[in-house]
């Protein structure tokens, strides 16, 4: 068979049926990939090891910090309340580790908390620094939602069975 020219591409009905097919295999194996994102593969044992650790939701005086804040040492994250009211640390690196529902919370707080900012125009409560910090996560957060929805969204297309 001679090579394709794509202003010419006409295929036939059973060409078409076996393109979707190997499409939808190839999106069935490009979610499972997405879905094991912390993987190494060694070239001892070729097998997938996943990263199963928890996040690191606590560190010394996070009492004495108001909520919504960042932290840059020892690992750059903000501190947030979760829903029995105690005051938790997110680490940046670790965002994609939180439940979705903790991410919409901690995001609309967030995006609240510089707006309360900005509309105080004499004197405003938060550092540039801060200010930018708050943004950097909030965009981080927003991300890894995104991501989720557009797995979600390939997952049902190829039937995949929906883990979140």
Same mark, same amino acid.
């Given at each position: 068979?001679?090579?394709?020219?794509?202003?010419?591409?006409?295929?036939?009905?059973?060409?078409?049926?076996?393109?979707?097919?190997?499409?939808? +295999?190839?999106?069935?194996?490009?979610?499972?990939?997405?879905?094991?994102?912390?993987? $190494?593969?060694?070239?001892?044992?070729? $097998?997938?090891?996943?990263?199963? #650790?928890?996040?690191?939701?606590? @560190?010394? &005086?996070?009492?004495?910090l108001e909520l919504y804040t960042t932290i840059e040492e020892p690992m750059f994250g903000i501190i947030?309340?979760?829903?029995?009211?105690?005051?938790?640390?997110?680490?940046?690196?670790?965002?994609?580790?939180?439940? #979705? &529902?903790?991410?919409?919370?901690?995001?609309?707080?967030?995006?609240?908390?510089?707006?309360?900012?900005? @509309? +105080?125009?004499? +004197?405003?409560?938060?550092?540039?620094?801060?200010?930018?910090?708050? &943004?950097?996560?909030?965009?981080?957060?927003?991300?890894? @939602?995104? #991501?989720?929805?557009? @797995?979600?969204?390939?997952?049902?297309?190829? &039937?995949?069975?929906?883990?979140?």
């Amino acid at each position: 068979m001679s090579i394709l020219n794509v202003k010419n591409l006409y295929l036939e009905q059973t060409d078409e049926s076996d393109l979707k097919e190997a499409l939808g +295999e190839f999106m069935k194996v490009k979610v499972l990939v997405m879905r094991i994102k912390d993987f $190494q593969l060694s070239i001892e044992s070729y $097998q997938f090891k996943l990263n199963l #650790t928890k996040p690191q939701l606590t @560190m010394p &005086g996070i009492k004495a910090l108001e909520l919504y804040t960042t932290i840059e040492e020892p690992m750059f994250g903000i501190i947030y309340d979760n829903d029995k009211f105690e005051k938790r640390f997110m680490a940046f690196d670790e965002i994609n580790k939180f439940l #979705t &529902g903790t991410l919409e919370r901690d995001s609309s707080r967030i995006c609240q908390k510089l707006e309360d900012n900005n @509309m +105080e125009k004499i +004197e405003p409560k938060l550092a540039r620094e801060e200010v930018a910090n708050l &943004g950097r996560m909030e965009v981080a957060i927003l991300s890894c @939602m995104y #991501t989720r929805e557009q @797995m979600k969204m390939i997952e049902s297309y190829v &039937g995949a069975r929906n883990l979140h």
